[in-house]
């Protein structure tokens, strides 16, 4: 996806371990969250943050953590793996307040835990 | 209940067909409604997005808004195997510093067989 990269596109973890996903932007966007997807569950978002150092939780946010020290760098911490986390991380990016031109979505993390 | 209702399917039909796709929400904040394709292992991408109730066109597709009854719509005419995804409804809420969030029906999954 142009202009949003995210790292690693796999990773197989042990619970209890930290892990770290990282989203990466070209496009100078203000606005970048963190969505999960499940089965059933459609995407769900985790954070979001509306500037450098500047984040907030979503409706799923417990086990998780961001942080954003430079506008092009989004990352997700899960702070100690549980194999609930086991799912498809998806970053996004938004160019204004307003959604008309909707997100732009990176190619998501698949990550298991076990 | 979730704020964002969609058949996840499967939902299968000819080649020709004309697809309707259908989501129900109960927030009656939402202010924009969109449609994301999602191919396999692919991030969604936005498809189209609408305002007001009404219906909006753009080639074979057509999204269509009744506020009223809180139902959008998704239609595809001529459906083409290269229209087999997961085709997702999301409305946007407004969260905090004037960005929006998008929250997701759970996607239905479409293949259109030739």
């Known amino acids: 996806d142009a202009g949003i990269t995210q790292s690693p596109r796999h990773k197989v973890t042990e619970t209890g371990t930290p892990v770290t996903l990282r989203c990466h932007q070209t496009?100078?966007?203000?606005?970048m969250y963190w969505y999960r997807q499940d089965p059933g569950h459609g995407l769900r978002l985790i954070h979001y943050s509306y500037g450098v150092k500047d984040t907030d939780k979503g409706e799923v946010s417990d086990g998780y953590s961001v942080s954003r020290s430079k506008t092009e760098d989004f990352l997700l911490t899960l702070e100690s793996a549980t194999s609930s986390q086991t799912s498809v991380y998806f970053c996004?990016?938004?160019?204004?307040?307003?959604?008309?031109?909707?997100?732009?979505f990176g190619s998501g993390t698949r990550l298991t835990v076990v | 209940q979730k704020e964002v209702e969609q058949d996840p399917g499967p939902l299968s039909v000819p080649e020709g067909a004309i697809v309707s796709l259908n989501c129900t929400y109960s927030?009656?904040?939402?202010?924009?409604f969109m449609w994301y394709r999602q191919y396999s292992r692919k991030g969604p991408e936005l498809l189209m997005y609408?305002?007001?109730?009404g219906n909006k066109e753009d080639g074979r597709f057509t999204a269509q808004v009744d506020k009223s009854s809180k139902y959008i719509s998704l239609f595809i005419r001529d459906s083409q195997p290269s229209d087999s995804a997961t085709y997702l409804c999301?409305?946007?809420?407004?969260?905090?510093?004037?960005?929006?969030?998008?929250?997701f029906g759970q996607g239905t999954r479409l293949t259109i067989n030739p």
């Open positions: 609408t305002y007001s109730s």
């Open positions: 999301a409305m946007s809420a407004r969260i905090i510093q004037g960005a929006q969030k998008l929250v």
């Open positions: 496009e100078n966007h203000r606005y």
């Open positions: 927030n009656s904040a939402f202010q924009y």
């Open positions: 996004a990016i938004s160019e204004s307040k307003q959604v008309t031109y909707g997100y732009t």
